[in-house]
């Protein structure tokens, strides 16, 4: 990629919001896809973040509808609750040979979208990220809180494409966002799984931050961690409890994750995807995952 590339944001929400704002100022073309009412704010006032680590600034943007014309890459940053809905901006025909980037919550997504595109053009991602869109005032635009001290990607797909990979990768990279390509998709969504599970579960379950969560819940996080640590094991990825745990400790104490986000805002949480994908997962290798299951119920259950 280079500083003329074309990088279509499905859903410019705090992670899409994020990236279109660098990739933007790092000088590439970006492209926002969402509703009309945010398309228009969009093209009107752009993207304003606010953020510790790369600083307030704000970011101009095209936005539409629907995908119109071929891009090099469409990074997708909606949730999965409304993925199906979302996918129809972006019609097959029209994206061409760019590469589909995902960045959703979970594991079972690759395989649904490579039924929908091209599969070796579905290069699955990673972010490790707290960045939500708040509300904004009259002429702002999309606003953009960044809360965490770092923003990191591994990005995952098929060795034909891996020119591709590493392009977009030091774009995003230039862009502020550490982004690295990686051989073992399986292995990077369960890594990434086995951190956000726990922390999505409890901190949903018992409406607290991440802070309150890793203190006043404990012990309760630490068998949630080992039981995820085992599923991803299970599925090839090379799971460590003790570092998810210290990942926690990187967070601000008063740090949310987005499924209680979702919660606190009476949104569709993306338990399925996250829970369910988890119990799924430990039921085909036959480990027990007690803790998860309960929060799961809990939180009101999910498919089978």
């Not at 199906?84 to 040979?97: F, I, K, N, S």
């Not at 809360?147 to 990768?169: H, K, Q």
Request: glycine share 10%.
């Amino acid at each position: 990629m280079t500083s003329k590339s074309t990088v279509a944001i499905l859903g410019p929400g705090g992670v899409g919001g994020l990236l279109a704002a660098l990739l933007s100022r790092a000088g590439h073309r970006v492209i926002c896809l969402a509703r009309e009412g945010t398309a228009e704010v969009l093209r009107r006032d752009g993207i304003q973040v606010r953020s510790g680590q790369f600083g307030d600034f704000g970011a101009a943007v095209e936005a539409d509808k629907e995908l119109r014309e071929p891009v090099d890459a469409c990074l997708i940053a909606v949730k999965h609750t409304t993925l199906d809905a979302a996918l129809t901006r972006v019609p097959p025909a029209v994206l061409g040979d760019a590469l589909v980037v995902p960045l959703l919550n979970g594991v079972e997504h690759p395989a649904s979208l490579r039924t929908v595109y091209a599969p070796e053009l579905v290069a699955p991602a990673t972010i490790r990220v707290e960045s939500t869109r708040v509300p904004a005032g009259a002429g702002e635009g999309v606003v953009i809180e960044h809360g965490s001290p770092f923003a990191e990607i591994d990005l995952a797909g098929a060795a034909t494409v891996r020119p591709r990979l590493d392009a977009l990768a030091a774009a995003l990279t230039a862009a502020g966002v550490t982004t690295r390509v990686v051989d073992d998709e399986a292995a990077s969504l369960w890594a990434k799984m086995a951190i956000l599970a726990p922390a999505a579960l409890l901190t949903t379950r018992y409406g607290v931050s991440i802070g309150e969560a890793r203190t006043r819940y404990r012990a309760e996080l630490e068998a949630l961690v080992t039981e995820a640590a085992e599923v991803a094991r299970a599925c090839g990825a090379p799971a460590d409890p003790v570092a998810s745990l210290a990942r926690y400790d990187l967070f601000p104490a008063a740090a949310k994750t987005s499924m209680h986000r979702d919660a606190e805002a009476g949104r569709a949480l993306e338990l399925d995807a996250i829970g369910g994908a988890l119990l799924r997962a430990a039921d085909r290798h036959g480990v027990p995952v007690p803790v998860a299951a309960r929060l799961v119920r809990e939180l009101g259950g999910v498919s089978g």
